[in-house]
Antibody
Framework: EVQLVESGGGLVQPGRSLRLSCTAS????????LSWVRQAPGKGLEWVGL??????????EYAASVKGRFTISRDDSKSVAYLQMNSLKTEDTAVYYC??????????????WGQGTMVTVSS | QSVLTQPPSVSGAPGQRVTISCTGS?????????VHWYQQLPGTAPKLLIS???NRPSGVPDRFSGSKSGTSASLAITGLQAEDEADYYC????????????FGGGTKLTVL
């Protein structure tokens, strides 16, 4: 079964750091890009960033709201992607989903999603 | 505000047809970037419903269809069923935001 499982969420104080993990199974992890999407309580989906596959040099893109604070990385040998979140703000409170990236035309779609992990930034 | 504009809510009775619009601009949908649609049932992760404007992934009923024209896209649901009650999001790419994936604000579908 093709699956993504997030972990690492929790309660963290403003200004601190947290690292989320996304563990994949059921497909060749290295062949795909991975993206992180978040959803604040009661709000819509917000794209956080993505990391491309090795075939595309593993390059990354980030949303303006997290650029410079968040870093996405991957370990293809372990089929895991990471989201390192630094200088966390209260507005980063959300459920964080990882998703598999598929290239459709000149865009990206997200065809497999994890169940999400909750991050709460509060003092 | 979201770069892609969706109505906050739509509703319909069982068996009816509803449409959800997604309005963008010349830097996203109008720049010929494809639109994708996601369904999010209450308390669950989003699910890819339509990709590349009008393509249904395996397992998605043909009651769901998508289209795109100019700077807008639409999701149509025919033969509305109670299980279709969910939030729906459109998604595309925007060239004005240093290369960025963008989502619509989401539309809550209520089956009356």
């Amino acid at each position: 079964e093709v699956q993504l499982v997030e972990s690492g969420g929790g309660l963290v104080q403003p200004g601190r750091s947290l690292r989320l993990s996304c563990t994949a199974s059921g497909f060749t992890f290295g062949d795909y890009g991975l993206s992180w999407v978040r959803q604040a309580p009661g709000k819509g989906l917000e794209w956080v960033g993505l990391i491309r596959s090795k075939d595309f040099a593993g390059t990354r893109e980030y949303a303006a709201s997290v650029k410079g604070r968040f870093t996405i990385s991957r370990d293809d040998s372990k089929s895991v992607a990471y989201l390192q979140m630094n200088s966390l703000k209260t507005e980063d409170t959300a459920v964080y989903y990882c998703s598999r990236v598929v290239v459709v035309g000149a865009t990206y779609a997200f065809d497999i999603w994890g169940q999400g992990t909750m991050v709460t930034v509060s003092s | 505000q979201s770069v892609l504009t969706q109505p906050p809510s739509v509703s319909g009775a069982p068996g009816q047809r509803v449409t959800i619009s997604c309005t963008g601009s010349g830097s996203n949908i109008g720049a010929n970037y494809d639109v994708h649609w996601y369904q999010q049932l209450p308390g669950t992760a989003p699910k890819l419903l339509i990709s590349g404007n009008s393509n249904r992934p395996s397992g998605v009923p043909d009651r769901f269809s998508g289209s795109k024209s100019g700077t807008s896209a639409s999701l149509a649901i025919t033969g509305l069923q109670a299980e279709d009650e969910a939030d729906y999001y459109c998604q595309s790419y925007d060239i004005s935001l240093s290369g960025s994936v963008v989502f619509g604000g989401g539309t809550k579908l209520t089956v009356l």
